[in-house]
C-alpha cells in the first residue's frame, strides 16, 4: 500500500504547479487519476511498460482489455498510428477535443500491453482543460482507463475514485464532478465503415449527419 496524494485543481483558473507535479509523477512510472469531460481517468505513461502493467495490476484489469491512449493535438495521432486515414482527420476536426475514441492501426513502438496485443491502437483527446494541460506538460501520450477497479461504475467524481484507488496509486486530481458521465464512443476507423464498438457521448446519428447512414455500422 503506498500513500495516495490527492490535490485539488479548478478547471477554471489551473494551478499549474500542481499540474506540474503530476506531470512528473506519470514521467517517473507513477499512477495519476484526473478527470476528463466523460468520467475520471487512470493515466500512464504508454511508452512505460511497468507503468501500465501496474494499470491492470491496481484494476484487476483482464490483459486482452486495451487502454484508450490519451492525447493533446490530434496531430499526434501520427505519433501512435501507423497510418491515419482522411476519415480520422475529418473527425478529429469535427468531434475532438471530445468524447470519441479512434481505433487505428498501430505503431509497432506502442507496447503491447497498451493494445492488449491486438495491431491497433484506441486514441482520445479529451475536452477537460485539467486532462488537456496535465497531458501538455507531460509531453507523452498517456493511456487511461476510468479509473475504478474491474466491474465497478465509472467514477464521475473524486470521491468515487477515492474509494476505489486510495493506497494504490501515487496521485488523485480532484477537480469537481465530470460533466457528461458517458464513456466516450469507441470507432473502429480501420475498415471501409466506421465501426461502432462502444456507443457514447458522439452518437450514432452525428456520425450518420457527418458521413451518412451507408458508412456507418
Known amino acids: 500500500?503506498?500513500?495516495?496524494?490527492?490535490?485539488?485543481?479548478?478547471?477554471?483558473?489551473?494551478?499549474?504547479?500542481?499540474?506540474?507535479?503530476?506531470?512528473?509523477?506519470?514521467?517517473?512510472?507513477?499512477?495519476?487519476?484526473?478527470?476528463?469531460?466523460?468520467?475520471?481517468?487512470?493515466?500512464?505513461?504508454?511508452?512505460?511498460?511497468?507503468?501500465?502493467?501496474?494499470?491492470?495490476?491496481?484494476?484487476?484489469?483482464?490483459?486482452?482489455?486495451?487502454?484508450?491512449?490519451h492525447i493533446?493535438?490530434?496531430?499526434?495521432?501520427?505519433?501512435?498510428?501507423?497510418?491515419?486515414?482522411?476519415?480520422?482527420?475529418?473527425?478529429?476536426?469535427?468531434?475532438?477535443?471530445?468524447?470519441?475514441?479512434?481505433?487505428?492501426?498501430?505503431?509497432?513502438?506502442?507496447?503491447?500491453?497498451v493494445s492488449a496485443g491486438l495491431p491497433t491502437v484506441a486514441i482520445r483527446l479529451p475536452a477537460h482543460p485539467v486532462a488537456e494541460e496535465l497531458l501538455r506538460q507531460t509531453g507523452l501520450p498517456v493511456a487511461a482507463p476510468s479509473a475504478n477497479t474491474s466491474g465497478r461504475p465509472s467514477p464521475t467524481r473524486s470521491s468515487h475514485v477515492i474509494a476505489d484507488l486510495d493506497g494504490k496509486i501515487e496521485l488523485i486530481i480532484d477537480a469537481g464532478p465530470t460533466g457528461v458521465g458517458i464513456e466516450s464512443t469507441v470507432l473502429d476507423v480501420t475498415g471501409p465503415k466506421l465501426r461502432i464498438l462502444r456507443p457514447g457521448g458522439v452518437t450514432r446519428e452525428m456520425l450518420e449527419a457527418a458521413f451518412g447512414p451507408e458508412l456507418v455500422e
Not at 496524494?5 to 483558473?13: C, R
Open 72 to 113: 493533446y493535438h490530434w496531430e499526434q495521432m501520427t505519433e501512435l498510428a501507423r497510418e491515419v486515414p482522411e476519415t480520422a482527420k475529418v473527425l478529429a476536426q469535427q468531434f475532438w477535443p471530445g468524447p470519441l475514441t479512434m481505433i487505428l492501426p498501430k505503431k509497432e513502438e506502442i507496447p503491447a500491453e
Open 1 to 69: 500500500m503506498i500513500k495516495t496524494e490527492i490535490i485539488t485543481v479548478n478547471p477554471k483558473a489551473i494551478d499549474q504547479t500542481a499540474l506540474a507535479r503530476a506531470a512528473t509523477i506519470l514521467r517517473q512510472g507513477g499512477l495519476v487519476a484526473f478527470p476528463t469531460e466523460t468520467v475520471y481517468g487512470l493515466g500512464a505513461d504508454i511508452y512505460n511498460r511497468d507503468s501500465v502493467k501496474k494499470i491492470f495490476t491496481v484494476q484487476g484489469r483482464p490483459g486482452d482489455n486495451p487502454l484508450i491512449v
